[in-house]
């Protein structure tokens, strides 16, 4: 049974805060929201994290949570204003605390726990393209990593693979709400692990391995924006790596890159126009854009420093970004044309998970 709790302190919390810059509810403005907590990463460890809203110029700053917890994850509704995120709230005693999967609706503070279970862990909350359920793994049913699929109001959970599956990396759901698309390890080709790519229907029906003559390690498989093709990457080493693309039954597999060193390509998102792909890579982990074809590949952010996060606004027109600065993890935006960028946010240390909200 789902338990709603009464987020009274978000209330005391808003009106104690000083007046923003600009207001927080002025629909006008496009807002982003994300984890921090300072100091070193024990204390984001031991539970000393909070998650904020700003618009997206930096004024409006405004904590959303004042109680210190683990907060990660987060991911926000295509809908409507509202995020959800994993957290240790219910039982924050330590480093082994379980994170549990929420939704705050931004609008009227409501928060829902939609796991109510401090005995298994939960991961990477996103919400299906019409915004009423989200899909998460978690290690609920047998410990191992699981898919399984929530309504916004707690109701209807349910798991969309079998249990005893391994999961690998993240997962990835098609824009018509059709399909989903995972990573599974095993150990085939004389006994070497290897990661699958499996194409369930959203239902969890009909699986189907799309990658059974790719040894080693297959990753990051993710939809285009017209749900035509697969794109995914191929490691046969630790260091090597290429792009490929496929059809969504896993026939006519092209190569979008060669195999090279350092050719990472994670957390790939599609632009909206389907004429860009975004991705973090290389040997610093930076943030690119290149053509879907492969050509015209632009480096972001071309310095040491690593990209740990970043997020596509909805409407396609920017990109925000958390990157680590000699231990500080600052937020930048930048249009997709990459005409401007801005430092945001670099009075908290450590800023995670930055996510945009709806825009209207």
Known sequence: MRLIISFVLFVIILQSCSEPTSSSNNKSVQQIVFSSYSGSYFNYLRDSTNIFLMNIDGTGFTNITNKLARYDDISSSPTEKKIA?????????????????????????????????????????????????IVFISTKSTGNYQLYRVNIDGSNLHPLNDPDEMIWDNFSLSNDSRYILYHKRSYDFGNKFTTHIIRRNIDGTNPINLTPDFEYICSGATFNFDNSKIYFSHAPTGIQA?????????????????????????????????????????????????????????????NPWRVQFYDLSHNGKNIVYAIDEGNMLNLYITDIELSEVNLIQGTLQNNRHPRFLIYN
């Open 242 to 302: 290429a792009l490929f693309c496929m059809n969504i039954d896993g026939s006519e597999k092209e190569t979008i890159k060669d195999y090279s060193d350092w050719a990472i390509y994670k957390d790939m998102v599609f632009t909206p126009k389907g004429d860009k792909l975004i991705f973090i890579g290389g040997e610093f982990f930076d943030l690119f854009v290149m053509d879907i074809n492969g050509q015209n590949t632009v480096n972001i952010t071309d």
């Open 85 to 133: 995120f994993v957290s240790n709230l219910a039982n924050t005693t330590g480093f082994d605390a379980r994170n549990e999967l929420y939704v705050l609706d931004l609008n009227t503070n409501e928060l829902i726990n939609l796991s109510n279970t401090t005995s298994a862990y939960e991961f990477k909350p996103t919400f299906m393209p019409d915004g009423n359920s």
